[in-house]
């Protein structure tokens, strides 16, 4: 959290990522990007110093804010939980979820199960535990597809490889 702790209130924070957000967009608009969403056709965000600024200070903004929201007792959890969801992302990557999940349109858990050689029920607590952390998206009860941050793994070898293996 912030060391100014006198100008930590949530109502400041939100009026803060309010501003660096505003400032945020317009300067991807001055890129002519699209403004970053979660759909797989999402484009990459610029490499701009200005950029770079303004999303460490969201960032830290925003971890702020989710602190004070939270409080101490649900902030443990997520943090504690995130071995589990490095171990989910760990086996999506070792039986190829990002690739047997097609490019477009989805695939339904027990195909998924199937061609990954895992049981369903796994196969739906991995897939469902990712989704909670904003890898994947569920199409509908039972069928799974990408979104801008798993496609980005299907689409870049070298990138799903660098995760895997980190």
């Known amino acids: ?4 702790t006198r100008d930590s209130s949530i109502l400041r924070l939100a009026e803060g990522i309010l501003e660096n957000t505003k400032d945020f967009t317009k300067q991807i608009q001055l890129t002519g990007t699209a403004l970053p969403d979660f759909s797989p056709t999402a484009e990459q965000l ?10 460490a ?21 997520h943090f504690l939980m995130r071995g589990y969801e490095i171990a989910a992302f760990q086996i999506a ?3 190829d979820f990002f690739t047997l999940i097609p490019c477009e349109g989805d695939i339904p858990l027990d195909d998924l199960a199937s ?14 535990l990712l989704i909670a952390s904003r890898f994947f998206q569920e199409s509908k009860p039972g069928f799974f597809s990408h979104n801008s941050f798993s496609i980005a793994l299907r689409k870049d070898d070298e990138m ?7």
Do not use: C, W
């Open 1 to 4: 959290m912030s060391s100014n």
């Open 46 to 55: 610029p490499i701009t110093p200005e950029l770079q600024k303004l999303q």
């Open 57 to 77: 200070r969201l960032s830290a903004q925003l971890e702020d804010l989710q602190l004070l929201i939270d409080g101490p007792r649900i902030s443990y959890r």
């Open 93 to 95: 990557l070792d039986f």
């Open 115 to 128: 061609k990954a050689g895992l049981d369903q029920d796994r196969t739906g607590r991995v897939i469902r």
């Open 160 to 166: 799903r490889s660098m995760v895997h293996y980190s």
